[in-house]
């Protein structure tokens, strides 16, 4: 008998779905596809005991089926344990569209993908994320009520991302306190790297704090253009994670953080906007640990975004928006401090208390 031997690697292909790694007991997933408007979208609803899921939806030219089916895995998961530990009353979810945002995307798309998330019944909301925009939502609103993120105009919150960088400032402020004794950020060295419309709002805070800041970003003029906005450097070498610096603060796509990345870091801080920076929790957050970095977790410093939204659908305002934002520092100094006295990784520390709020809501129902 001839047993043969499966790479690892095509896995994946045999069991497609539940057979990911990045699977995690999702509820579900559904697969949208349109002929007429060259919609291919996936919709990954991680789990709804705490409230029904939310969570902005991405378009981005996926390499494979695969890498977007990864993708909304993880980020539906992250939206899950966000909501949780900011204490709000979501569960997680994600979409993601495939193509490019710049030449693909057109208004008979967006609205042909609104009709699906209608077709949910509301166990997804959805919301602005990397290639979307306030308008992209306001059109998805015109079909769907399961929607937030629109224009203040429309009676929405608007743009989430300004809130969403000032819960990142706050968050880095608070691992600053920790690791150095202070939360003044005033000629600490910090590498940005990613500068979307997150992105730049965390250099204004940062440059307005007199921090010392690079930037890094795929985009050129972008680059440009931030840089005679602010005042800021752009980073100009090969090999941005082996410079020196205070702070890393990733605000692109995950996954950075990664055992090539980890060895060469020199970093004190990590914290930045991006989700799913780990690329494996468990083990790349022992690494840093094990280095002394401070890893500020992403899904807790970065959920000002989904505060700002979580507005609409509670109606509060925006002095409440930004004051449940701000507590992000408070909440990552416990976070901090409890991952220490129990002498477990920062991602774990919060990874439980996330958890431990829809186990006990779990055991209500």
Known sequence: MVTEVIDTNELHKMDPVFGQMSFDNHEQIVFCNDKDTGLKAIIGIHNTVLGPALGGTRMWNYTSEWEALNDVLRLSRGMTYKSAITGLNLGGGKAVLIGDAKTQKTPELMLKFGEFVNSLGGKYITAEDVGM???????????????????????????????????????????????????????????????????EALVEYLSNEGAKVYISDIN???????????????????????????????????????????????TSIIAGAANNQLAEEQKHGKMLRDKGIVYAPDFLINAGGIINVYAELENYDRKEIMRKTEN?????????????????????????VAQARIDARKSQK
């Open 328 to 352: 992000i520092y408070n909440t990552t100094l416990e976070i901090l401090k409890k991952a220490d006295k129990e002498d477990i990784t920062t991602y774990q520390a919060a990874f439980n």
């Open 220 to 266: 050129q003029d972008r680059l440009e253009e931030v840089r005679d906005k602010y005042g800021v450097e752009i980073y100009g070498g090969s090999n941005l994670y082996a410079e020196k610096m205070d702070i890393y603060a990733p605000c692109a796509l995950g996954a950075t953080v990664n055992d090539f990345t980890i060895n060469q870091l020199t």
């Open 133 to 199: 925009a306030t308008a992209d939502m306001d059109l998805v609103k015109t079909v769907t009520p399961y929607v937030t993120g629109i224009s203040e105009s429309k009676g929405g919150a608007g743009n989430p991302s300004p809130v969403t960088a000032y819960g990142v400032f706050m968050g880095m402020k608070a691992a600053a306190k920790y690791k150095f004794g202070s939360d003044v950020l005033e000629d600490k060295t910090i590498y940005v790297q990613g500068i979307g419309n997150v992105g």
